[in-house]
C-alpha cells in the first residue's frame, strides 16, 4: 500500500528477472544507431534530456541510458542494452511516485538491463521531493498523469526509442508492478490493453480512498494511545 512519506521509494527491484531465459536459438540484437543520436528524436511527443553511454558494471552490462520528458511534467527513463532481447520490460511506482529517475546516481532497471530488456520507468508526472504525498493531486493534469496516462505514454516513448535504437520496435512488451504499481498495472490492462503483451500486477491498491481513510484514523489512534517508550 501507498507509504506516508514525504520521500518516493526505491524503484522496484526485479531481482528474479536475472534467470529469465529466451527461447533457444534466439539472437540477441546490438544497436544501429550510437546513444548520443537518440537525442536527435526531440520533437512535439516528447523531449530527450540526456543519452549518455555506460560501460559494463558487476551490477548491469554495457548500456545506453536515455531520460526525458513528456509534457507537461512526466519524466522518464529507459535503459537500452548493448545486447538485447528484443523485449521491453517497464517497472511499476511505489506509494505516490515521484521518483527521481533522472538523478545520474539512482539509475534504474539494472536487473532487467542484465537479462537483456530494454528497460523503462517514469515519475508519473511529479517528483516527490517538490510535492510530497499527494499534493500533486490538486493540479489535475498531475493527478491523471498519476492515476492513468504517464504509464501509458511511457511505454509508448519507450518503443519509439528503442525502435531508432536498434531499428526495431519490441517485439514484446511487458509490465511488473507492486502495490501502486499493481494498480498501475491493472489500469494499463484496462485502459491500455494493447500497451504490454504480459502484465504482472502484485498486491495492486485497488480501494485508494479506502486505504487513506485507514492511514488517518491510523495516525489519529497513535496519537491517542502512542506505543509505550
Known amino acids: 500500500v501507498p507509504t ?4 518516493a521509494p526505491p524503484p522496484q527491484a526485479q531481482s528474479d528477472i536475472r534467470e529469465w531465459q529466451p527461447p533457444a536459438g534466439e539472437a540477441r540484437l546490438k544497436p544501429v544507431s550510437s ?9 512535439t511527443a516528447f523531449t530527450v534530456i540526456t543519452a549518455v553511454d555506460y560501460a559494463a558494471t558487476a551490477a548491469a552490462p554495457a548500456y545506453c541510458r536515455v531520460t526525458g520528458q513528456v509534457q507537461p511534467e512526466i519524466r522518464f527513463e529507459v535503459g537500452l542494452p548493448a545486447e538485447w532481447n528484443r ?20 539509475p ?7 537479462a537483456g530488456f530494454v528497460s523503462a520507468r517514469t515519475n508519473t508526472g511529479h517528483y516527490a521531493s517538490r510535492e510530497p504525498l499527494g499534493t ?7 493527478l491523471f498523469d498519476y492515476a492513468f496516462r504517464a504509464v501509458h505514454v511511457t511505454a509508448e516513448t519507450a518503443r519509439q526509442i528503442a525502435a531508432a535504437y536498434y531499428g526495431r520496435a519490441p517485439e514484446r512488451s511487458y ?4 502495490s ?3 494498480r498501475q498495472a491493472l489500469m494499463a490492462a484496462q485502459r ?5 503483451d504480459g502484465i504482472l500486477a502484485g498486491a495492486p491498491v485497488l480501494d485508494f480512498t479506502g486505504t487513506m481513510t485507514k492511514y488517518a484514523s491510523w495516525v489519529q489512534s497513535q496519537g491517542k494511545a502512542a506505543f509505550p517508550a
Open 35 to 43: 546513444c548520443t543520436g537518440l537525442r536527435r528524436l526531440t520533437g
Open 108 to 114: 534504474g532497471g539494472r536487473n532487467e538491463l542484465a
Open 136 to 142: 500533486f493531486a490538486v493540479n489535475s493534469q498531475k
Open 175 to 178: 509490465f511488473v508492478g507492486c
Open 192 to 196: 491500455f490493453p494493447a500497451d504490454f
Open 87 to 106: 523485449r521491453l520490460l517497464m517497472s511499476g511506482n511505489g506509494g505516490y511516485a515521484g521518483n527521481e529517475v533522472d538523478n545520474p546516481a539512482q
Open 180 to 182: 501502486t504499481g499493481g
Open 4 to 7: 506516508p512519506s514525504s520521500t
